[in-house]
């Protein structure tokens, strides 16, 4: 084990550097731009100079690096303020779970410009009755000659606004057990039938949609995996969504809380001298260094080939709920100036307070604080599941409830 | 022993809960939340007409000389339906300076006028982040000038309860209304409770108590204050854990109601636990505060501390409860999410209560 970059690495971090340094966009190039034009235009960049997907082959659009190259790139390039990534359910979710299921073919047409961002794929999964519980999910797929026709509705769809494709998980077998029936699809989000509807969150934003399907119609050939076999390649898209938030930073952390404690006062010295805050301090430098070197591990584990497993639940439980209790801690070290969400008077221009208001979505997205704790139990202690009223009997006689 | 609130107060409970519930409903604090206004005027003059501004000013003064047993019970219900009023910055902290450290004169100016629902008052002590120190407001001469930020309710208010600096610090009485005042607002986490940057620029005020006592009375006010702030913290407390619960036993997944799973069952029995020792916290705080008592200021501090943290703890899970949902516009779990980190910096943070709390501590083991 060790730190240091070896030659090769190193001669690798300074080639990424020295091509950032002459690349990254200044902020005015992008700046008046929309957060979709701004992503792209950085994206495309990297990718004309096979900067983009480090890890993925070079015939599907990447650099053909490996696990520790793009943790070496993912550090040098978060060094710099670049556009925010709206690729991330594309490249980290959609894309493996293509690699794996896909023809050669499709491979070639999609994963390319997946790479390069000149497509937006989105995750077409839950559904106002099947969240935590996805395998519940309703909307229903029949086949029809080659094609499916899909009827149904999806909701919390990240970017399916601004999104060119996405990742369907439908129904197509309401009369056997709830895990068998499924079957999964990519498709266009331009499709005849599909009508998408924002959902306002409360941080103000938008990002995530309703999407309704009215006899939308899928070429049997963009099924990805067998009639009934939804779930194991649901299961491969939402391991990979593990490891892509898991190693994503939160906006409020150990270095801006502790900046914003050396600048104010608490009991009449910096609040930085302040034993309780040394020891919250204390506590989150733990949460971040255990998960940054827990991810260490898994991208040496990944270099070897290996699927990340669902022990990297760790990551969103963790640093989820302390994104949300440091932000409140800032709030609080800001005493009544703390409650003013107001980017021209709030420290950090009101980060704190933004992360405070979108925290709790981190805290859902992705599978809830105790979905991943059970999946902790479940699949990485073994321990039994909770009693189930859903196991071994047709879907169609699940009980619901009122919906 | 007898630690209940009075049947009188019981009654004036289950009334001003009949009240909110047809005159501030969810959609209420929606239409603040959504709209133009900082607060809402019709529900702000419903109340005065209720007689609610009036509950502890004396009678000699035009009020009604009721308990504070009785202004508890109005803020844990105001908390509840986190009403969108400007009620704690002019009934807890304004009011209650003009009766600790106004002169006869300024009593019997305002006093009448808050009892009638007449005026209101705010309070402006706070000038920058951090904790409060080296104040840059001044009073001289009768003018007053400089800023305060975040001051609550300006929009509303006819006058302003002001802390300045120097030694000691200073209470200043000052016209809103009146030449070389400014206000803009301000946005905070918090849409629904308005609150604004004022700049002060040789504003007519005069001085309310002695120069130099300032900081000492207005620690005494936020020691009053704090039970009152407490009380609405648990009414929000409890409306977040009503929702959560009924959420819970409603939403299915596995084929079960969410409400069965024991990761549920013991997030609300935690709100429960929380939620009960701030109450009781709070009983006991509304004895110390009607009572006048010498340990208000421990009772004060540990009301305060679990108000804060049950309020919290209990608008953060109730989303957590409610899955996607609680995290949408449209749901209003936000109403509490917001209003909990409001009134938890509204008189000064955890932190600087935590520490409150045990110098009271201190001091009572050494008496
Ligand atoms: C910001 C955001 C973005 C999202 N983006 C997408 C997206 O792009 N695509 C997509 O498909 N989905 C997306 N989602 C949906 C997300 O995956 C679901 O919201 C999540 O899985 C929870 O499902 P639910 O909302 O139905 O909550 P529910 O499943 O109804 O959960 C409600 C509560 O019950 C608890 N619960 C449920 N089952 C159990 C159990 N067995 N044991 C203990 N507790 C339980 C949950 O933890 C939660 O506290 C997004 C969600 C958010 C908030
Ligand atoms: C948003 C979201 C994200 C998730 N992310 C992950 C994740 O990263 N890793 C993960 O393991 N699960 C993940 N899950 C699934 C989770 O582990 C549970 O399977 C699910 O929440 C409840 O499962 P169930 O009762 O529907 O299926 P179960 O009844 O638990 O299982 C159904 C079938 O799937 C099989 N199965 C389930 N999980 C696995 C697995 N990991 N490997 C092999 N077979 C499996 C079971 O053996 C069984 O045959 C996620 C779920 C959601 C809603």
Redesign the pocket.
């Known amino acids: 084990m060790d730190f240091e970059d070896s030659k090769e690495e190193a001669a690798f971090r300074a080639e990424a550097r020295a091509w950032l340094e002459a690349n990254v966009p200044a902020k005015d190039e992008w700046a008046h731009l929309g957060e979709v034009e701004a992503a792209k235009l950085w994206q495309k960049r990297k990718y004309d100079a096979g900067w983009a997907c480090i890890r993925w082959p070079k015939e599907y659009g990447g650099r053909g690096g490996d696990a520790i190259q793009q943790v070496i790139w993912g550090q040098e390039e978060s060094k710099f303020t670049t556009p925010p990534s709206v690729f991330a ?1 594309g490249q980290g979710m959609a894309a493996p779970t293509l690699m794996a299921y896909a023809t050669e073919e499709q491979k070639a047409r999609f994963l390319p410009k997946l790479a390069s961002g000149e497509e937006i794929w ?5 559904e ?1 009755a ?5 395998a519940a999910l309703r909307t229903k797929s029949e086949k029809d000659g080659d094609d499916w026709v899909i009827n149904g509705q ?6 399916a606004h601004y999104s060119d494709f996405g990742i369907l998980v439908t129904r197509s077998d309401p009369t056997v057990a709830k895990h068998k029936g499924l079957t999964y699809f990519f498709l266009d989000m331009k499709s005849p039938g599909v009508e998408i509807k924002p959902i306002k ?1 409360i941080s103000g934003g938008a ?2 949609n309703e999407v309704y399907f009215t006899d939308v119609r899928i070429p049997d050939g963009q099924r990805l995996g067998a009639v009934g076999q939804g779930w194991q390649v649901a299961l491969t898209t939402l391991m990979n969504e593990r490891a892509s938030i898991g190693a994503g930073g939160m906006p409020v952390n150990v270095k801006n809380t502790m900046a914003l404690a050396q600048r104010v006062q608490l009991n009449g010295r910096p609040a930085i001298e302040d034993g309780n805050v040394r020891a919250k301090l204390a506590q989150w430098h733990v949460q971040e260094a255990g998960l940054k070197y827990t991810s260490y591990r898994t991208m040496t584990a990944m270099s070897r080939g290996q699927t990340p497993g669902p022990e990297n639940s760790i990551g969103k439980l963790v640093g989820a709920p302390k994104a949300q209790d440091m932000a409140a801690f800032c709030m609080d070290l800001m005493e009544e100036s703390g409650a003013i969400w107001d980017p021209a008077l709030s420290e950090e221009a009101g980060i704190f307070q933004l992360c405070y208001m979108s925290s709790p ?2 805290r ?8 991943m704790a ?1 999946i902790i139990a479940e699949r990485v202690l073994g321990l039994p599941q ?1 009693m189930r009223a859903d196991k071994g009997i047709p879907f169609n006689e699940v009980p619901t409830g009122s919906s | 022993m007898n630690f209940e609130f009075s049947e009188d107060a019981e009654l004036l409970r289950e009334q001003a809960r009949g009240f909110l519930q047809q005159n501030c409903p969810p959609s209420a604090v929606r239409a603040v939340l959504d709209g133009e206004q900082s607060y809402d005027a019709a529900l702000t003059a419903k109340i005065a007409e209720m007689g609610w501004n009036a509950a502890v000013i004396p009678e000699e003064h035009g009020g009604l000389g009721l308990s504070y047993y009785e202004l508890c019970v109005i803020a844990e219900e105001l908390g509840r339906a986190a009403a969108p009023v400007p009620f704690s910055s002019s009934v807890y902290v304004a009011t209650e300076a003009l009766l600790a450290a106004g002169s006869d004169a300024q009593k019997a100016e305002w006093l009448p006028k808050l009892a009638a629902g007449e005026a209101i008052g705010t309070f402006a002590f706070a000038e920058a982040a951090g904790q409060r120190s080296d104040l840059g407001t001044r009073l001289a001469n009768g003018k007053l000038s400089g800023v305060k930020l975040p001051v609550p309710d300006v929009d509303a208010a006819d006058f302003a309860v002001v802390l300045t600096g120097g030694d000691g610090g200073s209470l200043a009485l000052v016209d809103l209304k009146g030449s070389g005042v400014q206000a803009e607002p301000v946005r905070m986490v918090d849409f629904t409770r308005g609150h604004s940057r004022v700049t002060f620029d040789g504003a007519d005020a005069e001085a309310l108590g002695a120069s130099g006592q300032g900081n000492a009375t207005v620690d005494r006010l936020l020691d009053r204050a704090a039970v009152l702030f407490a009380w609405e913290q648990v009414g929000g407390a409890d409306a977040a854990l009503e929702q959560a619960r009924e959420y ?1 036993m409603g ?1 299915y ?2 084929g079960r109601p ?1 409400a069965s ?4 069952k013991h ?1 609300l029995a935690n709100m429960y636990v929380k939620n009960t020792l701030a109450r009781s916290n709070c009983y006991y705080g509304a004895w110390a505060l009607d009572t006048n008592a010498p340990d208000l200021p421990l009772a004060a501090a540990t009301a305060r501390v679990a108000g804060i943290e049950a309020y919290h703890f209990a608008s953060k899970e109730n989303i ?6 609680g ?1 949408t516009w449209e749901f209003d779990c936000q109403f509490h999410y917001r209003r909990s980190r409001l009134l938890a910096a509204n008189i000064g943070s955890l932190n600087l209560w935590q520490d409150k709390l045990v110098s009271a501590l201190e001091q009572s083991s050494a008496a």
């Open positions: 359910i989105c995750q077409l999964f839950s106002p099947g969240g935590s519980d996805l999806k909701i919390w769809t990240s970017g969150q990002n995530f979505g981190l859902i997205a992705g599978g809830t604080d105790e979905i059970n909770d | 819970a939403r997944a596995f969410i799973y024991q990761a549920i997030k957590q409860t409610h899955g996607g949902m995290f």
